[in-house]
Every structure is written in structure tokens, then in C-alpha cells.
């Protein structure tokens, strides 16, 4: 079933830069896609186009029904309810504990302590950190700090996992730990990744599907992909 439909899209920044110029890209509910490119070629406003932190200069971006660049600023909140989002950077609250920075997504959205709890659990469960619901940022090692991000990216059982360069502060040891997380989160949840990512390996190990930004249009889409033969990505 179709879930993301980006129909004739175009991105132009304010100085003239047609980041995205024509994408024509389909995905369905329950996939997990790469989506890489060199440097420059329009990754990054995809993804923020998917969550709405930029708007589609022309073309649609639809995402489960929601014509995102339709969307008035005070009702973005629909579609960020439905999507979880994961970054290079963790953004975790450093005052905050594990727990507490996990539920405080579901407080925001007015949610009862003992609703928010069982849900952070099984959140953090997912991710392998039950045990550490205590801890502090600080505390804890990169990757367990990428995990939080992920618990607290899935906990209200989003549609859409969208990742930035989920791996890219990381050693490939514990990438490679990250990305079974991601795994199991899109089989066993049945939520929808999108992963923008200059991780060759993890690519190659994963074999899913691979689409291949070139100068803002989709150059190529291959199902069960590998990273592309040029080093220059
Ligand atoms: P990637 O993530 O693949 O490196 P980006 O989407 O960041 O690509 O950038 C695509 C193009 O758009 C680049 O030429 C970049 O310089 C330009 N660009 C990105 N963001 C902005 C912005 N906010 N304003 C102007 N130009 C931008």
C-alpha cells in the first residue's frame, strides 16, 4: 500500500539552489529505504521536507494522507505526531534521565503518567536499555545514547522512522548494532524507515531498497541495493 508520495517536487532555496528539481518517488507501508547521493545532491531537504521543517517549492509531498506542503504551521503537529525522527546528533536533554527524556515526548502531547509509562518501557525494551532508565546522558556510551533517540523517536508507534545519518558519529561496531535495532523496529512494528546515510558497509550488509539522489531527481532505485560502485558518494 502506498504510504509517501512525492509527485513533480521541487525545492528552490531563497539564493536560487533547486536542491530537489522533479523527484518522483513512491513508498510503501512497511518498507526500509537508503537514501544516498553525494554531497550536496538533496538529501537532507528531502528528509526535511518529509518532516515538514521545509516546504516543497512546487509538486507534492504527501505522507499517509497528509499533503505536507499543504500543511499551516499550527497543524504541523499532525504530521510530526505521526513520524519519529532520529538525527547525527542525539539531542537528548542532558538534565533529564533516560526515562525522562523518552517520556517527554508523550507529556507534550498531554498524555497521563500512567499511560506514558508502559509505553517508555516497551520503547526502551526495543532498543535493548530497559535497564538503564535511570541513567543520564552522560552517562552512557554513543551508541546507547543513539538508542535512547530511537526509543524516544518510536514511543508513540509512529508510521514513519525517518534518519539522518543515524550512524554518522558512530564506530562501525556500534553502527552495526543501531542498524539491528532499525531492523528489527521495521519488521517487527511494521513502521516505515527512511535512512539517509554515506555508510557504504551498512548498505551493503543491509540490502534493502537503495535510492540514489543525483542534483535534486532520483538517478537510481534498486531494490535489495548496494552503495554505488563510485567512491565519490
Ligand atoms: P545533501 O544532504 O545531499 O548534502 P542538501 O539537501 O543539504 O544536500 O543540499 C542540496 C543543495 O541545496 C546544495 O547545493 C546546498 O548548498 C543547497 N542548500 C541546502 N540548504 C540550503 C538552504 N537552507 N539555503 C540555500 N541553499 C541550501
Do not use: W
Amino acid at each position: 500500500m502506498r504510504f509517501i508520495e512525492i509527485k513533480d517536487c521541487y525545492k528552490v532555496y531563497k539564493n536560487g539552489v533547486a536542491a530537489i528539481a522533479g523527484l518522483n518517488l513512491n513508498i510503501n507501508k512497511g518498507e526500509f529505504v537508503f537514501v544516498i547521493g553525494a554531497s550536496g545532491s538533496g538529501k537532507s531537504t528531502l528528509i526535511k521536507m518529509l518532516y515538514r521543517e521545509e516546504k516543497p517549492t512546487k509538486g507534492i509531498v504527501e505522507i499517509g494522507g497528509i499533503n505536507v506542503g499543504k500543511l499551516r504551521n499550527r497543524t504541523v503537529y499532525k504530521l510530526r505526531r505521526k513520524l519519529g525522527i532520529v538525527f547525527q546528533d542525539f539531542k537528548l536533554l542532558p538534565k533529564l534521565t533516560v526515562y525522562e527524556n523518552v517520556a517527554f515526548a508523550l507529556e507534550c502531547l498531554g498524555m497521563k503518567g500512567s499511560e506514558i509509562r508502559p509505553k517508555v518501557i516497551k520503547a526502551l525494551d526495543h532498543v535493548g536499555l530497559k535497564d538503564k532508565l535511570r541513567s543520564f546522558p552522560n552517562e552512557l556510551s554513543g551508541g546507547e545514547q543513539q538508542r535512547v533517540c530511537i526509543a524516544r523517536a518510536i514511543v508513540n508507534n509512529p508510521k514513519l522512522l525517518i534518519c539522518d545519518e543515524p550512524t554518522g558519529n558512530l564506530d562501525p561496531k556500534t553502527s552495526k548494532g543501531i542498524m539491528e535495532v532499525l531492523d528489527t523496529i521495521n519488521k517487527e512494528l511494521g513502521t516505515t524507515i527512511i535512512m539517509a546515510t554515506h555508510d557504504k558497509e551498512i548498505v551493503n550488509r543491509m540490502k534493502k531498497r537503495v535510492i540514489v539522489l543525483d542534483s535534486g531527481v532520483l538517478s537510481e532505485d534498486h531494490e535489495k541495493g548496494r552503495y554505488k560502485a563510485s567512491e565519490s558518494i
